[in-house]
């Protein structure tokens, strides 16, 4: 298994988050893991006590700073509600302007989408993804973009089986249909036939796409 190390040195201090040993988390741009232990290292001189992260889906653990948890971005596990908003956001229709549907410039975009990848933000993550699925409907992906889409959305399918108990593949449709249905709407604001309602998520039910 391999270990990764955070540089302490690399990372500005903001504060404690503790968590709990076997407590579920999230390690942005990786993915669910767990809280395994707490461990001890003399780092120049000092002992540094450090959280070992193991994760779901990886066999690879990472060691973080008890005390740069928040700056590293590591959350908490995503609730039931949390699930619902990111699928409400994802539902919304797709409004885009001349200006932004016609942005090509990969190196600008992606440098937008990595800063929200990095936050951890479920929401902000959910819009990668998203604005990723609209793209590919007007053009094929680049290489970079292709990329990208497949790591968000890996990252979302992999937090919604944990989060809902529910198989990846179950997730993995759950995303698609959502999506289908913000294009759906997206067509009807158009004709300005679009009934705002709100979306029931049932995740014990079958999918048909």
Wanted: glycine letters at 4%.
């Amino acid at each position: 298994m391999r270990k990764l190390y955070v540089d302490l040195d690399l990372i500005p201090d903001q504060g404690e988050l503790m968590f709990l040993v076997n407590e579920k988390v999230v390690y942005p741009g990786y993915g669910v893991a767990f809280i395994s232990k707490l461990v001890k290292r003399l780092i120049s001189g000092k002992q540094t006590s450090f959280y070992e992260l193991k994760f779901f889906n990886k066999d690879m653990a990472v060691l973080v700073p008890e005390d740069r948890l928040e700056a590293v971005g590591i959350r908490r596990l995503s609730s039931q509600q949390d699930l619902e908003s990111m699928f409400q956001v994802l539902s919304e229709p797709i409004i885009r302007t001349e200006h932004e549907v016609g942005l090509n410039n990969w190196n600008r975009r992606n440098k937008k989408y990595q800063l929200n990848l990095r936050s951890g933000d479920l929401i902000k993550i959910c819009q990668i993804y998203k604005d990723l699925q609209m793209i590919s409907q007007t053009k094929e992906l680049s290489f970079g973009e292709r990329n990208l889409k497949s790591k968000i959305e890996q990252l979302l399918i992999e937090e919604i089986s944990v989060v809902k108990n529910i198989d990846r593949e179950k997730a993995l449709k759950f995303l698609q249909k959502t999506f289908l249905g913000a294009c759906k709407a997206s067509e009807a604001l158009k004709k300005g036939s679009l009934k705002k309602t709100k979306h029931d998520f049932k995740f014990d039910q079958d999918v048909d796409l």
